[in-house]
C-alpha cells in the first residue's frame, strides 16, 4: 500500500499536519509515515574545538562544552521522539489504522528523497519552527520540497477544516492537468465539489481537455474563465466561491525559474489562507 509521508516538526503547523496528512490517506486508502528530521541545531557546539577556543582554556572546559552538546544531541532525540508519538495518536484518532514514524538526520529536502518512492503525496506546513511568521515568508525548506519532489505536495494551512470544495487553478500545462487526472482518477473525489478556473487568456483547446475529463468523471463540477492575474483571480474565487483545497500546478523544471523569486506558486502559497496541493 503507498503512504501519505507527513513532515512533522513542532511548529504550530504540528497539528493541522497531522490532520491533512489523515485527510489525505483516507481519500487514498494510504497508510501514513510520519517524519521528523532532526538537523543541526543553530546554536550547537562545533565537534572540532580545537581553534574555537582562546590560548588558555582548561581541558575541563572543552570537556565540558562537548558535554553539553552531546546532552542537546540526547534533548533534541527525546523531543523528537515525543513530537512523533503525539503526532501518530492524532492520525490514529482520525481514522488512520496504519501509522509509521521515522526520526532521522541530516536535512528535510534529502529524508524526503530518500523516502518517496515509498510515498504517493508529500505532506507539510507552510512554515517551520524556526520561521519568522510576521514577515509570512514560506519556509524555505518547504520551497526546497516542493521543487526537489516528484510527488504531489500537500501544504497545510494553520488549521485544519473539512474539505467540501476544490478549486483547481488550470493554465493547461501539464503540471496542471496532472491535478485534474489525480483528482478524477479516484472516485473518493466524487464527494467534493470541484471547481476549475482559467485565468487569464483563454486557450480553446485547453479549457476543452480539461471539459471533456470532468465530464467523464461524472462528479459536481463547474468551469470557469476569468480575466486578470492568477494571483488575483484564484484567490478572488476561493474567497468568493467559500473553497477548502486550492490545486495547481508547481515551478517549472527550467533551470532559469528555479531561481524565479515571488513566483506564481510561491505567492499563492504563502497568501491563501487554505491548503494547497501541487503537482510537478
Known sequence: MTKVLACIDASTYGASICDHAAWAALQLGA?????????RAPDAVPTDLS????????????????????DRGRLRMERGRVILAEAEKRVRAAGVKTVGTRLRHGGLVDNVHELEAEARVVVLGKRGEHADFAKLHLGGSVEQVIRATTLPVLVASRAFKPIQKI??????GSSSRKAVDFL?????????ECHLVHAGKPRDADLAWARARLADWGGLHQVAER?????????????????????????????????IVGSTTTAMIRIANLPVLLFR
Open 167 to 172: 478549486l483547481i487553478a488550470f493554465d493547461g
Open 184 to 192: 478524477v482518477s479516484d472516485p473518493a473525489f466524487k464527494s467534493y
Open 51 to 70: 581553534g574555537s577556543i582562546g590560548l588558555g582554556a582548561s581541558e575541563s572546559l572543552l570537556e565540558n562544552l562537548v558535554k553539553l552538546d552531546e
Open 31 to 39: 497508510d501514513v509515515e510520519l517524519l521528523h528530521v532532526l538537523d
Open 227 to 259: 480575466p486578470g492575474e492568477p494571483e488575483a483571480v484564484i484567490e478572488a474565487y476561493a474567497r468568493e466561491h467559500g473553497i477548502d483545497l486550492l490545486v495547481m500546478g508547481a515551478y517549472g523544471h527550467s533551470p532559469i525559474r528555479r531561481f
